[in-house]
């Protein structure tokens, strides 16, 4: 008896079987059971549709075993199946995918089946004669990343809370810092929260999300520091939450001479409230939102005072500047994150005259003075007051500093709200001949000059020009040049880079982070220097040297003659080569090239090409 390939024989091992000698008169009834084979199939689908990912598979069934791996769109087919149990199961490739479901079909609704997807597998009863199609559908999960960005950089050692729903749970970053979440995009919309940073002195003032797939840019609640993202597969979204610190504001009162008479009280009043100050006191004003905020001081002249000066002061120097307005008594406070703003009104007698010294960025120390006033010394935020005589002349001056320029010399005269400014060039001011009831103050403005450092990276090459606004000068690879004492400024460098040799980066580092950030072009060999008061900026040239390609001619058997080569590595793009010669080529830069024989004598053919 002979068996169809698709069907099996019951009950015995071969299509074949023996029946016993029957005795005289006897009889023999022999069935011959068959059953219909069938058709298993496992197909990969995935979302986003066309991933390379590839899946591991297994399948078991009666006699039958199998294993390999399936991408999108691919299927295994197992013919001539044994009815039975069968079990399919897959292997993820990356932690970023899961399972998203397993839908068996019975083309005869014969078949069934138990679907397991903890542990990423299905169990199928086929019946016989049946097709049974099985679909794995995986899913990759979408990547969330969180980014945390405080103004002014470099908070380092605060901890900003954060709160993400479902799988991502709480999580903590510093300023600079940033964290990613692989998520179900199926268990979304997703939500990030962050707490409430006031109690460190911050506030949350942009939430902005990128979605990479669709180039959407949502922007978070600021109210509730919140953002909801909708999820799809395979997409990902990054999140940055921006965080202002708070400012300070220090109001101080100043008067000339130093000791106001009657011990005189001056009051204040604007954004910060109403308040009083005698000579020497200050007022400060802690944990203050950025923004613009003014403070105007009542006039002065019922205690015998006019006000001679209004002179604000930023910490950060890149910012928008804090103003004085003498004829309205007011100073308007442009407050930058993190920074602390100083104003000093300034209330003198008459027949005085008054020197202020104000140092960008703040804090600068020892500026010497001369003149009719005799010498004296100053630092960021000192004023002295001198009496005098109507009728006659004054001269200030200001000493040379090797670290500061002398930005400008403004004067005021509080008797009669005239400004006026002095010689900046020889650094002085001349007064006079002063009238009866003047009140003059002079605020002598320095701006501490940087530091610009042009840096060769490591490599092998030698003897880089440079040229430019810092003038000419030459590096070998891992050195470099400092520029001390430059003034505050813009300045361009450029690198004559050598043939053979080829600008691969250039990079430019400020030490001022909210100052106009410095540039580097490599197309054009040149860095933009943007050197801000008091900071040091870094520009690092990298550069990667040609090499040589030599090409050999070697004829081992047959004719000798002209062996003609085509190249694109130098112009002309041919040469001859005969036995024994060679074609070298020199700073070559980096890059894939192609050398072919394209013509050899008659009866000579290319046995090799061995390249080192």
């Known amino acids: 008896v002979s068996a169809s390939p698709r069907l099996k024989l019951l009950g015995v091992p071969m299509s074949s079987l ?29 979302l986003p549709a066309g991933a390379p990912e590839r899946f591991g598979y297994t399948i078991n069934g009666p006699d039958y075993s199998d294993s390999g791996s399936l991408a999108d769109g691919e299927f295994v087919q197992v013919d001539n199946a044994q009815p039975g149990t069968w079990t399919l199961a897959e292997t993820l490739p990356a932690a970023d995918w899961h399972l998203g479901d397993i839908r068996c079909t019975s083309a ?22 049946d097709t049974m199609e099985c679909t794995f559908t995986n899913v990759e999960d979408e990547t969330i990343t969180v980014e945390k960005v405080t103004v002014p950089a470099g908070d380092t050692t605060t901890d900003f809370a954060f709160t993400g729903s479902g799988s991502i749970g709480n999580f903590a970053l510093k300023d600079g810092e940033k964290q990613s979440f692989s998520v179900n995009a199926g268990n979304g919309p997703y939500t990030l929260t962050e707490t409430d940073p006031s109690g460190d002195g911050y506030e949350v003032t942009e939430i902005r999300c990128v979605n990479s797939q669709t180039g959407e840019t949502p922007l978070g609640d600021l109210l509730n520091r919140t953002v909801a993202l909708d999820t799809k597969p395979g997409e990902s979204q990054h999140c940055t939450f921006t965080n202002e610190r708070h400012g300070q504001v220090v109001i101080r009162k100043a008067t000339a001479p130093a000791t106001a008479p009657n011990n005189a009280e001056f009051d204040f009043y604007g954004s910060f409230n109403t308040f009083s100050l005698k000579d020497g006191q200050e007022e400060t004003f802690l944990d203050v939102t950025p923004g613009t905020y003014s403070v105007s001081e009542v006039d002065p002249s019922g205690l015998g005072f006019g006000l001679s000066g209004i002179s604000c002061t930023d910490s950060d120097p890149s910012g928008t500047p804090s103003t004085g307005d003498l004829p309205t008594h007011t100073a308007t406070i442009n407050l930058d994150a993190g920074e602390t703003v100083e104003c000093t009104f300034t209330n003198s007698l008459p027949n005085t005259v008054s020197v202020f010294k104000a140092t960008i960025p703040p804090g600068g120390e020892g500026f010497g003075f001369g003149g009719n006033f005799g010498p004296f010394t100053l630092d960021d935020g000192d004023l002295r007051s001198f009496n005098v005589s109507q009728g006659s002349s004054y001269t200030i001056s200001e000493d040379e500093n090797a670290d500061y320029d002398l930005a400008f010399i403004l004067c005021n005269d ?42 060769k990276a490591l490599g092998a090459g030698t003897g880089y020009a440079f040229s430019g ?29 050598p043939p053979g040799d080829r600008l691969t980066g250039l990079t430019c580092s400020d030490s001022d982070a909210n100052g106009v950030a410095s540039t580097g072009d490599v197309a054009s ?40 080569f085509l190249d694109n590595i130098a112009t002309p793009a041919t040469f001859d080569l005969s036995d024994g010669g060679e074609q070298r080529f020199d700073n070559v830069l980096p890059g894939t090239y192609t050398v072919q024989e394209a013509g050899v004598p008659a009866g000579s053919s290319l046995a090799n090409i061995e390249c080192t």
């Open 18 to 46: 023996k029946v016993k000698p029957l005795p005289p008169g006897g009889s023999a009834h022999c069935t011959f059971t068959n059953t219909q084979l069938g058709t298993l199939i496992m197909r990969k689908q995935t």
């Open 108 to 129: 005869l609704g014969s078949s069934g089946f138990d679907v397991d997807p903890d542990n990423l597998k299905t169990t199928v009863e086929l019946a016989p004669g």
């Open 414 to 455: 509080a008797s009669t709200g005239e400004f006026f400014e002095g010689d900046v060039v020889n650094r002085q001011v001349t007064l006079g001949p002063l009238q009866e009831g003047q009140q003059i103050l002079c605020e002598f403005v320095n701006v501490q000059r940087g530091t610009i450092i042009i840096e």
């Open 469 to 497: 606004d810092l003038g000419d000068f030459s590096l070998d690879s891992g050195r470099e040049e400092t520029f001390i004492e430059q003034p505050v400024g813009q300045y361009f460098v450029s690198e004559q880079t």
């Open 525 to 564: 060999q040149t860095a933009t220097i943007n050197l801000d008061p008091g900071e040091t900026v870094r520009c690092t040239y990298t550069n990667q040297p040609g090499g040589s390609v030599v090409i050999r001619k070697a004829v081992d058997s047959g004719p000798d003659g002209d062996f003609t």
